[in-house]
């Protein structure tokens, strides 16, 4: 489905390129300097090609698992259950609107392993507690943007992806110091490694 989406993805990412750059903006807050970030899910990459503003020092990799994502974000084509980085590489790893997709405990049990002690995970993702009529309008509008297979795909999703809370408990059990709060569509974590 990435792959048939991906022009449109894209299109849709730029068109919300102010959402992507105060996501980066709130990142830069906690962490002023960051040798290495990696973001997971990346999609188009024009998350990345934000943090590369905030972050001008920093070296960007962008990961996904959709070959044509990864031609737009000059990414590299990977899972996150399984990231072919060294440990402890990373300073800030970040999924935006991406853990939804992926087995959350495989990937930040990864994204741990790949981030240096000290180190942020970042998430900015679907509050899974949003009203109904809410998910339902959401369903609506992407469904024209996107198409139906995808806005079908995401209300399965996000029926059943894990709650802030539940996402905020796994990370302290893992040793991070957690942030969160979460809005009426979407939840966002600071994990620091401690």
Known sequence: MWDEISKRYHFWSLSNRWFYFLTGLEIKRKVHDAEYILDIGSGPGIFAEELAILFPKSKIVCLDSSP???????GI??????LPFKEDTFDVVTFCFSLHELEI???L????RVLRRSGVIYIVDLNRDA???LKRASKLILEKIMGKEYAE????TWQKFKSCEEIAEN???KGFEVEYRKGLQEIRIIAKKL
């Open 109 to 112: 049990e990864e994204a741990n």
């Open 171 to 173: 990370l302290k059990r």
């Open 153 to 156: 795909h995401l209300e399965k």
């Open 77 to 82: 084509i990977g899972k996150a259950s399984y």
């Open 68 to 74: 044509k994502m990864c031609r737009l974000s000059k």
């Open 105 to 107: 405990d495989p990937a």
């Open 131 to 133: 009203p109904q009529i």
